[in-house]
């Protein structure tokens, strides 16, 4: 069956409208002292998405939520839900960076990223995780590439390609290469070689790092320019 991705997105909205959602969520209010402020799962939304409150206050109403998701009880997937939908900005991005990067057909991938995102949200380890939305948006971008590298390399494997024609063993360590340039990177600009990678080549926006980095998005794009004018005049000098 073809999946749209804006039908998962529509689905799940109107999940969120009916009446055993709504009693779900209140009963959610009553187990949280955090999420309690919020009326109705609108309310919340429009807070993760677009309100003024900082990186720190929205990462621990997706604590709550994850906590919930992972409870077992009747709220378990009402906030399973709530999580979808706050995460869906950076699943949306994901999605995009997929298809870019040919990991699958759009059905594949949105499927894909869907039970993904449950299955992280699910399991998450609250202990170990500092930023929720990053840390699962990132684990699920670095499965899909992995997931899609194993696939060829079966592939390739199971072909008739002429034996001299399988990529060499320094071809197959290409994949090495993030570490290398990480490497470079560190010695030319430092501490910020870590956020040059993340916009440059991962592909993320300003936005997304600095929630992943916990700084403001001013401060973010600031260190970005910074260090992008640094590589600059380096790449200058060898000119």
């Given at each position: ?15 969120s ?29 429009d807070?993760?998405?677009v309100?003024?409150c900082g ?13 919930a ?10 906030a ?29 991938v ?12 699910r ?12 840390t ?11 997931t ?9 494997l199971?072909?008739?390609t ?9 071809e ?27 916009v ?19 401060a973010?794009?600031k260190?970005?320019q ?14």
């Open positions: 069956m073809s999946i749209a991705w804006h039908e998962i997105r529509d689905h799940l909205m109107l999940s409208s009916t009446l055993n959602f709504q009693r779900n969520f209140e009963a959610l209010r009553r187990n949280s002292e955090t999420l309690a402020r919020f009326a109705d799962p609108a309310a919340l939304l807070t993760l998405h309100g003024s990186p720190n206050e929205k990462n621990r109403f997706l604590v709550a939520l994850v906590g998701a992972q409870s077992g009880d009747a709220t378990s997937d009402c399973l839900t709530l999580m979808l939908l706050a995460l869906w900005p950076g699943l949306d991005a994901v999605r995009r960076r997929s298809m870019w990067r040919r990991i699958g057909t759009g059905d594949e949105a499927s894909e990223i869907l039970a993904r995102a449950s299955e992280a949200i399991g998450l380890d609250l202990q170990r995780v500092n930023w929720i939305a990053a699962i948006l990132r684990n699920i971008e670095r499965d899909l590439i992995r899609r590298q194993r696939e060829d390399r079966h592939q390739s199971r072909s008739d002429d034996p001299d024609e399988i990529p060499t063993d320094g197959a360590s290409a994949i090495a290469s993030p570490a290398l340039l990480h490497r470079d990177l560190v010695r030319i600009i430092g501490k910020d070689a870590d956020l040059v990678i993340r440059a080549v991962d592909g993320f926006s300003q936005a997304e790092v600095a929630s992943e980095l916990g700084l403001s998005e001013a973010t794009r260190r970005y910074r260090a992008t004018r640094r590589l600059r005049d380096t790449l200058q000098e060898f000119r």
